[in-house]
């Protein structure tokens, strides 16, 4: 079974700082999601990326899916306490049984 | 009107109890799924459905139940549950099973609590 390692775990940053989460493995993916979880409700899809090497950006948020599409990165900009949440990645190989593996995630709190 | 909502949002119950818990999707899916999210572990995948045909049960104990009448709900009936089995479980449909690019689109969760 694959296993998408998230970096890291948590991280509690000042509004305004800018910040880089990871999510890295040993497996190929055809492609990547990014959600947001916030506390007491579901993971809110904020992307996909498909091709290796591809630059997504939504309003502060940059995602990048590695050349090889086995990590993906986001980087938030000057970050808000809105953007606070569970970051989940996802890697999607195909169908079947394993076809889509999650990472534990990475909790961020922005401070105001 | 959320795309997939899911109901109760919170429930308790006792060992013996036996409840339900009821997912709906207003998105036109084909595909829904049922996961378990506990603490400091992954999204578990429980079942998937697609076309109202299981398609997977990752070795999910049978004191867990799914249902899918029709393409729009989806049931957990859970009996003799234990402790353990207290997490966050989260509903997800997807246009088809994993479509494309694997995008699902979650309920808000129903918090379990056993005792």
Not at chain 1, 42 to 65: A, I, M, N
Not at chain 2, 28 to 56: C, D, I, T
């Amino acid at each position: 079974t694959q296993l998408l390692e998230q970096s890291p775990q948590f991280l509690s940053i000042q509004e305004g700082e800018n910040l880089t989460v990871y999510c890295n493995s040993s497996s190929v993916f055809s492609s990547l999601q990014w959600y947001r979880q916030e506390p007491g409700e579901g993971p809110v899809l904020l992307v996909t990326v498909v091709t290796g090497g591809e630059v997504k950006k939504l309003k502060r948020l940059t995602f990048q899916f590695g050349d090889a599409r086995k990590d993906s990165s986001l980087h938030i900009t000057a970050a808000q306490p809105g953007d606070t949440g569970l970051y989940l990645c996802a890697g999607f190989r195909g169908g079947g049984a394993d076809g889509l593996t999650f990472g534990k995630g990475t909790h961020l709190i922005i401070q105001p | 009107e959320t795309g997939v909502t899911q109901t109760p949002r919170h429930l308790v119950m006792g060992m013996t109890n036996k409840k339900s818990l009821k997912c709906e999707q207003h998105l036109g899916h084909n595909a829904m799924y049922w996961y378990k999210q506990s603490a400091k572990k992954p999204l578990e995948l429980m079942f998937v459905y697609s076309l109202e045909e299981r398609v997977e049960n990752n070795s999910v104990p049978s004191r867990f139940s799914p249902e899918c009448p029709n393409s729009s709900h989806l049931f957990l009936h859970l009996h003799t549950l234990q402790p353990e089995d207290s997490a966050l479980y989260l509903c997800a449909s997807s246009q088809d099973r994993y479509g494309f690019t694997g995008e699902l689109f979650f309920g808000e969760g129903s918090r379990l609590t056993v005792l």
